[in-house]
Every structure is written in structure tokens, then in C-alpha cells.
């Protein structure tokens, strides 16, 4: 009996020592924070560990040194007396923490961070009591769907003594030390050509010689582009891992950071990194793996998600979307572009083209539909074809990244051009008129009802519908053959209107019949056409300047002069010699000029609107800067060539009303012009989950911003922000009412 009791006080006491082990805890709404002392009393001069724990609660986390993406550094603000410091907190390894097209670094269940303190010799003669004040102030970033900067007060003392340990802490301190990075047991070399960074890495024990996956933290949060994937290559006595540089770097040695390595025998361990930086070649990795895959911790626990970066090879690229729902966005998208500004006017000429030949029969209208469905896909997939083409080779581009190129805009125009002087009947391309490439070929039927189809392609880039963005986002996330498959469903989509009315005799019975009327249709066409190739040419002049302009206008005058002459001298062989002459000298002068004329040379800013509110060119240092102030910041991205993001900008964006509104509260614009291409932009939009322009983004502080629609309006403008306002305020509200209710 006696014995029974004397061991029960003995684990009583035990539990009392272990209860007493966290110093102070305060819990908030979504974390929980304590600190915890390694030792039981303070020796003067001998330094001493602190444990201070964030456990936020399930579904939530908290931030490495590096928060990524997004997120925010911890802070720890400690006030201890005269001659007493606290040196920086050391972190345990991070994991990856993807958010759609986002990256960021830190931890899921709860993470301690250590503090090294160091007392002076003359400790006794510095504090009251005998006993050491130690009080911290910490301020976090807790997330989930929604962001909640929490902050926390906490206080307690220790007494002066032998400096002797902590029984109860000693096992919460040794799992805290196993979760920190070990040294480095390897050399490592960076190499850098101003866009990408290779790690070269050699193994010095056999057992990290078997690393089959490896990731790379950097302590820089503006080194790499954390969204990017990370290609990891084996080699003969270790590894190397290429990752693209964020926009605008231009590092400088050494580059620090913490390597991540998940050898064949074991689970995941994390290595402090540091590597001399020298500049040469870094040639584009062999596979493009996703940065999307989350850690968990180990293998074990499903570190290993799709998209993980693999030594000698790339995993498939990770996405939420699915590649069903994409193909479906990419169909209702297609569908939708018919009725934007871009696409219409080829619409109606086809449809012109289907009443024409309506008297053919059915079957006249199947062919005819077949070919132009045909034209659409054939082109679409020739455009996809380049764009992954492209970014194989390392380019930033997206949708409409053709329309970056002033002599592609040139051809857009000559060719716009030589349509509205058909359509307004200056020019005779044959008996019939059923499509562009009807006119280029002189034939009828299905090649002119191809041509269509081409056409209808090329002038769809311009513009951006609902729901196509998010689907070419993702196909250019994925392998070849699934971004071909959305790309082809984009076209189909693009196609169906006119399908639907050459296949289903109901739909092809509201066509009117054919008469008088149709001429004077067709050259009402005309107008818009014209209107597109002044718009084109005022792209033109955006990219190039005047001298581009003064280029596109002289070969539209070159253009007319050859139809002219084909029409006034074509009867004539003496004439006809002269003409042929005179076009040859005005080629050939025009062609020497046009190099020097059609140079690039971008004016930032040209493509945003102008308005009341105070505008500037984005940059991604100016954005941080005003996120890490915790001020409002309305982003855009807009394109001169892009019809979509004008519309928007003058409808809703240029509205007085939608002016005030920003202005009111005091909200902060940053617009990035793509007119010109420009990696930096493109690579904010690939994060986004973005291929292309138009993209809104409304940041309320450190958090994840809202994403508006890509058509805008005046009141769903006003409505987002407003809503996003509302929410940031009541999260700020509730962090200081729990920080308040913890002090009490």
C-alpha cells in the first residue's frame, strides 16, 4: 500500500513537472502559441534555449523564414533586460504549401521555432528578485481559405541558478533539434545566366547518394520563381537541380538557402545549403516537373503528389482543375467567343456564305460546315503547337502571343485589309464570295469555307472569354497531349455555331433566303473590318511608334496600288509590265525601310486606361512593398492588341463612378502592360493560373488576392472589392479582439 502511494505522489509530481514545462501559452481562434524554457534556472553567462511553438489549428497553417508566394516572415519582438539577447529563431524544415498556381513554404501541424539566449556574466546584478523577465511579443500569419494575422503576448520569469536543465523539456527540445535542417554533407556550386539557376550538387556519403527527389528553399524570397518547378537530374557523383529565377533578379553570390532530399531509404531530411555563385550557361532542364506537389513530411505520409520533382526524370505536372472540367471551360469558352467584338464579323461572313450557297441543298451545308470546323482545329492546334513549342525553349507566352510580334500585327493588317476591300466590292476575288481563303484561292466550296476557319482562329486571339482562361491555364501546365486536347475543344467550341447550323436542317431554316439584300450586307461588313485594321494599326503604333505606323499605312497604300493596277492595267501586257515594275520598286523600297521602322519599342503604360485614379507600372517590388504595408492594391494586366481587356477598361475600369469608388479608399492600381512581351508579366500570369491576358487581382494585404471575372462591369467590380474589403476588415476586427481577450 505504501509502496502504491509513494508512486502515486512520485507521478503526480512528474505531471506537475511536465505542466509546467510551457512558460506561457495564449490561444487564438486559429493557433495556439507557447514557449517553452531547456533549462529550469539561468547560470550568468551560459547561453540557454527557448522554445517558442505555433500549432495552428487542422487545416491551417503558419510560414517558414521565406513564406514564398505569399505569407508572411514571423515576427518575434523579446524584451529582456540590459545585457540579455536573444538571437534570431532557427526553423525546422518547411514543406511545400501549394495554393492553385501559388507556392508557398511552411507548416501544417505545429512547428517549433528556436531562440538561443545569452545572459551576461553580471546577470545577478541586472534583474530584481533573482529571478529573469522574459517577455515576447509575436505577431503571425495563420492561413487556410482566408488569411488571419494573429499576434500573441506572452510573459513569465525564470530564476537565477546553476543553469541546470529542464527534465520535463528535454524530449520537447530533442524533437524541436531532429526537425531542424542538418549541415550541409556535400559541396554545392550556382551557377546563373540570368534566368535560370542551377545547383550543382556533390554527394559526399553513400547514403545521400541515393537521393531520388530533392527541392530546393531559398532564404532569398526573391531569388526564384517559387511557382516554377524544379527539374532535378542525376549524375555521376551527386545532382543538379535547374529552377527559373523570379523577374528581374540578377543574383549575387552566395546563394543560402535549405535542400530538401528524399533519399531511396528513407524519409525526407532537410540540409542548410550554401553555394558559391558564378555566371555561365545553364541550359534548359530536359522535363519541366511541377512545383504543385505539397510535403507532408515523408514519403510515407504522401509526400510524393503528382507533379514531384524526380532525379532522371519529371513527374506529371499537378492541377486543380481536372482535365474534364478543362475540356469543358475550354468547349463553353470556344462557344462564347463567337460573340466577342474580334470573332463576330468572320461569323457573319460565314453565315453570308452558308445563305449563298444555301441553294446547294443540305449536303452543300454539311461540306461547307465540315470544312470550316476543320479550318478552325487545323489552325488552333497550330497555334498550341508553337505556344508549347515556345515555352519548351524557355519563352514566356500565352494566349495571343503572336500579337506581341509588330510584323505579325502587319500581316493581321495587309490582310483585314485586302477583306474589307473585297467585302466593299473595290476588289473582284471570283463569281462568289464564301471566305477569305475562297479569295486567296479562287475556288470554291470547301477550301474557301477552310480559309474561313483559319481566319476565324487568327482573329479570335485578340479576345478572351468566360471560362477560357482558366482552362488554357491549365493546359499549359500539363503534358502535350492533354494541352492539344484543350486547345481542340477550345476550337470546337469555336466552331460549333456554324457546325450546328450546316448539320441540323431546324437550325440552317432561320437563315433568311438569299437576295439583293446580301450585296448590300456584304459591304456593310466592310465597316467593321475596317475598324479592326484601325485598331491594329494603333497596336502597331504602340509597339513601334510613329515610324511603324507610317510603315503599316505605306504598305495598305502599296497593297491598294497593286489591286488597282490588277483591275485598270490587267488588260493591257505593255501596262501590266509597268505596273508589275512600279510595284516591284515600291516592294522593294518598302522592304528595306520596314526592318528599321517595325522595331520593337514599347512605351510602358500605353495600354491602360486613363482615369482619375493615380495609375503605376506594375512591379513585383512595389506590389510586396505595398502588401507587406497591409494597403489595398487593385493589379492589372491588360495588352493594347487584347479587345477583351480594352472593352473592359473603358466600360467599367474608366467609369467615374468605378474611379471614385477606388479612389475613396484610397486603393492603390498597378497596371502591367503586355503589350510587348515582357517574362516578367508572364510569369505573374502562369502563377495566376493564367495563359493570357485579361487578369484581375485585388490584394487586401499580405493574403491571397480575389480573382474578378474576366468581363467586367462597373457594379461587379465595386462589388468584389467591396466584399473583399469587408472580409479583410472582420478578419482584422477578430485578431485583435482574441489579442486583446488573451492580455486580460
Known amino acids: 500500500m505504501t509502496r ?73 519582438a523579446w524584451t529582456l533586460p540590459e545585457g540579455v539577447t536573444a538571437a534570431p529563431p532557427l526553423y525546422p524544415v518547411p514543406a511545400r504549401l501549394p495554393l492553385g498556381p501559388l507556392m508557398n513554404y511552411g507548416y501544417k501541424g505545429a512547428a517549433t521555432l528556436l531562440v538561443r539566449v545569452t545572459p551576461p556574466d553580471d546577470l545577478g546584478q541586472r534583474v530584481a528578485g533573482d529571478r529573469l523577465p522574459v517577455v515576447l511579443a509575436a505577431d503571425w500569419l495563420v492561413c487556410a481559405d482566408i488569411c488571419v494575422p494573429e499576434s500573441a503576448r506572452l510573459s513569465f520569469s525564470l530564476p537565477l541558478g546553476d543553469g541546470a536543465a529542464d527534465p520535463a523539456a528535454a524530449e520537447r527540445f530533442a524533437g524541436a533539434r531532429a526537425a531542424l535542417p542538418g549541415a550541409s554533407p556535400w559541396t554545392a556550386q550556382a551557377v546563373s545566366d540570368g534566368e535560370r539557376l542551377r545547383l550543382d550538387v556533390t554527394t559526399a556519403t553513400a547514403a545521400l547518394a541515393t537521393v ?6 531559398p532564404r532569398d524570397a526573391m531569388l526564384i520563381d517559387h511557382a516554377a518547378g524544379q527539374a532535378v537530374s542525376a549524375g555521376e557523383d551527386g545532382f543538379s537541380l535547374t529552377v527559373p529565377l523570379a523577374a528581374g533578379v540578377e543574383p549575387e553570390g552566395p546563394v543560402r538557402g535549405l535542400l530538401k532530399v528524399w533519399p531511396a531509404d528513407g524519409p525526407a531530411r532537410g540540409y542548410a545549403l550554401t553555394a558559391a555563385l558564378e555566371q555561365g ?24 503528389g503528382a507533379g514531384a520533382s524526380t532525379v532522371g526524370g519529371a513527374g506529371a505536372p499537378g492541377a486543380d482543375l481536372g482535365v474534364l472540367t478543362a475540356l469543358a471551360f475550354a468547349l463553353v469558352g470556344g462557344v462564347l467567343l463567337n460573340l466577342m467584338p474580334c470573332v463576330f464579323p468572320v461569323l457573319s461572313l460565314k453565315a453570308l456564305a452558308m445563305v449563298q450557297g444555301g441553294q446547294r441543298g443540305a449536303r452543300h451545308r454539311r461540306v461547307e460546315g465540315a470544312a470550316y470546323t ?36 502587319l500581316g493581321l493588317i495587309l490582310v483585314l485589309f485586302a477583306v474589307g476591300l473585297n467585302l466593299a466590292g473595290l476588289v473582284s476575288v471570283g463569281g462568289r464570295f464564301a471566305g477569305v481563303g475562297q479569295g486567296l484561292t479562287q475556288r470554291s ?103 511603324g505606323v507610317a510603315a503599316a499605312l505605306a504598305a495598305m497604300v502599296l497593297l491598294a496600288f497593286m489591286v488597282w493596277m490588277a483591275r485598270v492595267w490587267g488588260g493591257s501586257a505593255a501596262w501590266r509590265g509597268v505596273g508589275v515594275v512600279l510595284a516591284l520598286v515600291g516592294t522593294v523600297a518598302w522592304v528595306m525601310a520596314a526592318p528599321v521602322t517595325l522595331a520593337s519599342r514599347p512605351v510602358a503604360g500605353q495600354a491602360a486606361s486613363a482615369g482619375a485614379v493615380a495609375q503605376q507600372p506594375f512591379s513585383r517590388d512595389r506590389l510586396e ?22 472593352v473592359n477598361e473603358r466600360v467599367a475600369l474608366a467609369a467615374p463612378r468605378v474611379e471614385r469608388f477606388l479612389a475613396e479608399r484610397d486603393i492603390h492600381v498597378l497596371v502591367g502592360d503586355w503589350t510587348s512581351r515582357d517574362d516578367r508579366i508572364g510569369r505573374v500570369l502562369r502563377r495566376y493560373g493564367r ?54
Open 691 to 744: 495563359s493570357g491576358v485579361p487578369l484581375y487581382l485585388f490584394f487586401t494585404g499580405p493574403g491571397e488576392p480575389v480573382i474578378l471575372p474576366q468581363i467586367l462591369t462597373p457594379e461587379g467590380v465595386m462589388d468584389d472589392i467591396s466584399a473583399a474589403l469587408a472580409a479583410a476588415e472582420a478578419a482584422v476586427s477578430g485578431s485583435r479582439a482574441d489579442a486583446a481577450s488573451s492580455m486580460r
Open 445 to 547: 466550296g470547301p477550301v474557301g469555307a477552310f480559309f474561313t476557319g483559319v481566319l476565324a482562329t487568327v482573329v479570335a486571339t485578340p479576345c478572351t472569354a468566360p471560362f477560357m482562361a482558366v482552362a488554357l491555364g491549365f493546359a499549359l501546365t500539363q503534358t502535350a497531349g492533354v494541352a492539344l486536347a484543350v486547345f481542340a475543344a477550345l476550337g470546337l467550341g469555336l466552331a460549333l455555331p456554324i457546325l450546328a447550323i450546316s448539320t441540323i436542317p431546324p437550325l440552317a431554316a432561320v437563315l433568311p433566303r438569299p437576295g439583293a439584300w446580301m450585296e448590300v450586307f456584304k459591304q456593310a461588313l466592310a465597316f467593321p473590318v475596317f475598324l479592326t485594321v484601325v485598331w491594329l494599326v494603333w497596336v502597331l503604333g504602340i509597339q513601334t511608334g510613329a515610324d
Open 212 to 217: 531520388t527527389e530533392a527541392y530546393f528553399f
Open 374 to 409: 476543320v479550318g478552325v482545329l487545323v489552325s488552333m492546334l497550330a497555334l498550341a503547337g508553337v505556344l508549347l513549342a515556345l515555352k519548351a525553349a524557355g519563352q514566356s507566352v500565352g494566349w495571343g502571343f503572336q500579337l506581341q510580334n509588330p510584323w505579325i500585327i
Open 625 to 646: 512593398a505595398l502588401r507587406a504595408a497591409g494597403e489595398p492594391v487593385f493589379v492589372y494586366f491588360t495588352a493594347a492588341w487584347c479587345i477583351t481587356c480594352q
Open 4 to 76: 502504491s502511494l509513494i508512486s502515486l505522489f512520485l507521478l503526480v509530481l512528474s505531471m506537475a513537472a511536465q505542466a509546467q514545462t510551457p512558460q506561457a501559452v495564449v490561444e487564438n481562434d486559429n493557433t495556439t502559441v507557447r514557449v517553452y524554457s531547456e533549462v529550469a534556472s539561468v547560470a550568468p553567462g551560459e547561453p540557454f534555449w527557448l522554445g517558442v511553438e505555433l500549432d495552428p489549428s487542422t487545416g491551417w497553417h503558419t510560414y517558414w523564414r521565406n513564406p514564398g508566394d505569399s505569407g508572411m516572415t514571423n515576427a518575434l
Open 281 to 304: 550557361p545553364v541550359a534548359a532542364p530536359a522535363g519541366t516537373p511541377s512545383a504543385q506537389a505539397a510535403d507532408v513530411g515523408d514519403r510515407g505520409a504522401g509526400d510524393q
